[in-house]
T-cell receptor, first 114, second 114 residues
Framework: AQTVTQSQPEMSVQEAETVTLSCTYD???????LFWYKQPPSRQMILVIR??????QNATENRFSVNFQKAAKSFSLKISDSQLGDTAMYFC???????????FGTGTSLTVIP | DTGVSQDPRHKITKRGQNVTFRCDPI?????LYWYRQTLGQGPEFLTY????????KSRLLSDRFSAERPKGSFSTLEIQRTEQGDSAMYLC????????????FGSGTQLSVL
């Protein structure tokens, strides 16, 4: 079975600063995908960034980047130049290649302080 | 393409009543998922369809829950004889399997069982 662990229930960051959200996972699979999803107070989940396990290069999407450490089974999200609109719950998720379900962590509530 | 839509947004019902939710996925997506989310938790997998076939149901899913996806288009999730423990946000998501493995979520249906 796959498990996803987010050990930081809540975090805060000053506007324009950088923050890193942690995620670890447990799997015996070699090929899989990792995701970070954002859920603002309006509650619709939005994909932030996606990483394929076979790619060594860390994914980047504008101000969002990941630090993917396959051997350590770690997948952290770095948000640079934090903005008030980044305030949300952030969920780390795992899906094995050609799998049939996504496994989510319990989330990290991020607050950006003006 | 207007994204994944869910109806209704909110549902209040009395214990013992039946409720039905609808999800319209992104039109070209062949996979459709139902998740349940309670406050402070990540989404929990309920079931998924590939086209019209329901391929997996969570072992946690009571027999009171049933889902359909006729003709591989929209889906309905019905809960019979609702219980207070069914109160949660019910999320629908769709994806184009084996293409980009990205889940797109709807805004969810918030169910309150009194």
């Amino acid at each position: 079975a796959q498990t996803v662990t987010q050990s930081q229930p809540e975090m805060s960051v000053q506007e324009a600063e950088t923050v890193t959200l942690s995620c670890t996972y447990d799997t015996s699979e070699n090929n899989y995908y990792l995701f970070w999803y954002k859920q603002p107070p309006s509650r619709q989940m939005i994909l932030v960034i996606r990483q394929e396990a076979y790619k060594q290069q860390n994914a980047t999407e504008n101000r969002f980047s990941v630090n993917f450490q396959k051997a350590a089974k770690s997948f952290s999200l770095k948000i640079s130049d934090s903005q008030l609109g980044d305030t949300a719950m952030y969920f780390c998720a795992f899906m094995k290649s050609r799998g049939n379900q996504f496994y989510f962590g319990t989330g990290t509530s991020l607050t950006v302080i003006p | 393409d207007t994204g994944v839509s869910q109806d209704p947004r909110h549902k209040i019902t009395k214990r013992g009543q039946n409720v039905t939710f609808r999800c319209d996925p992104i039109s070209e997506h062949n996979r459709l998922y139902w998740y349940r989310q309670t406050l402070g938790q990540g989404p929990e997998f309920l079931t998924y369809f590939q086209n019209e076939a329901q391929l997996e149901k969570s072992r946690l899913l009571s027999d009171r829950f049933s889902a359909e996806r006729p003709k591989g288009s929209f889906s309905t999730l019905e809960i019979q004889r609702t219980e207070q423990g069914d109160s949660a946000m019910y999320l629908c998501a769709s994806s184009l399997f084996d293409v980009n493995e990205k889940l797109f979520f709807g805004s969810g249906t918030q169910l309150s069982v009194l």
